[in-house]
């Protein structure tokens, strides 16, 4: 049996060096090879687009005033949202993930929704597994009626926190998707300011 193997030029190769095709008569296939130069270009883009992702992830956002202090910190949950006011006025926003199905408030233990309505910043964790954390004080009294109503337990536990331990180096990147158990999370870079300027006892508002 004849056996041909050849390669057959889509252009002058001259003038066209990224494309040739194989012809392999006894196989019966043609397979189209890309020159090492394309995947090669594909890899450093690929490898650009991967390096772009990661320093935004950890870029560093403007620095809240020193010594700033918020009196009331209020969560737009629709825009994913965390704002700290002073006296009326805006000190600073951040981009924050949310409970898993975060529209609708927290009705009950397990539904992965994050609250809704005026809250207390109570007290604080420095030794959270989210790297620190604010508590917000839910269930409130409303909630503990709603819940009874309903047969259900409020839930509890609901914070203002880090990343979790160990996966700090994730950056802004875990605002990809809502994904905590109803708190809400900032970057533990983020965290750390807001730990700094909310006192206990600060008003929390989160809206729907």
Request: with cysteine; proline share 6%.
């Amino acid at each position: 049996m004849l056996d041909i193997i050849g390669v057959i030029p889509m252009e002058n190769t001259k003038d066209r060096k990224d494309t040739d095709v194989c012809v392999d008569v006894k196989g019966g296939a043609v397979n189209v090879r890309r020159h090492r130069s394309v995947k090669r270009i594909g890899l450093i883009a690929l490898g650009v687009a991967v390096a772009g992702l990661a320093a935004w992830s950890r870029w560093p956002m403007p620095l809240l005033p020193p010594g700033a202090k918020a009196d009331l910190v209020v969560v737009r949950k629709a825009a994913h949202r965390l704002d700290l006011y002073q006296g009326g006025a805006l000190l600073k926003s951040y981009a924050v993930s949310l409970g898993r199905h975060p529209i609708g408030p927290k009705q009950q233990q397990g539904d992965g929704k994050t609250p809704e309505g005026q809250y207390i910043l109570d007290y604080r964790k420095p030794d959270s597994s989210f790297y620190r954390a604010l508590h917000v004080s839910y269930p409130a009294a409303q909630d503990l009626t709603a819940a009874r109503a309903r047969g259900v337990d409020p839930g509890g536990l609901v914070m203002v926190h880090g990343m979790k331990n160990g996966l700090g180096w994730l950056g802004r990147l875990h605002l990809a998707l809502d994904w905590t158990d109803g708190c809400v999370a900032l970057t533990n870079r983020e965290m750390d300011e807001v730990w700094r300027a909310v006192p206990d006892g600060t008003r929390i508002i989160l809206e729907p």
